[in-house]
């Protein structure tokens, strides 16, 4: 699990902000919706494929509608950094290890 796992969240962190960018280009091209035959499931999946294709194909295309500075992206990457810090502040924290890691208590780092 520990090969495997962090493959496929990376693959699919990279789909969905794929998917991200070729849904924006998309609607910025002005594109009638996919066709789809009318599963919600498949339509999900169909819609999110194509997607998915279109922002690898034209990634571009999304950063269209995209406004950079102002104080909602200060704000955004503020909060972001500072879940970061608390996040790898608390992972330190020998009991959080010892609940994560069995047995982490006895090994020596040094």
Not at 38 to 49: E, I, K, P, T, Y
Not at 76 to 93: E, H, K, M, N, Y
């Amino acid at each position: 699990y520990q090969r495997y796992l962090p493959l496929a969240g990376a693959l699919l962190a990279a789909a969905i902000l794929a998917a991200n960018l070729g849904a924006r280009g998309w609607e910025a091209l002005r594109r009638p919706p996919v066709p789809t035959p009318g599963l919600f499931v498949l339509d999900l999946l169909l819609s999110f494929a194509a997607a998915a294709a279109f922002g690898i194909a034209c990634p571009y295309l999304g950063c269209d509608g995209v406004q950079a500075g102002g104080v909602k992206a200060l704000h955004v990457i503020v909060v972001g950094a500072a879940t970061v810090l608390v996040v790898l502040v608390v992972s330190d924290l020998d009991d959080v290890q010892e609940l994560l890691v069995r047995g982490s208590s006895g090994c020596d780092q040094s």
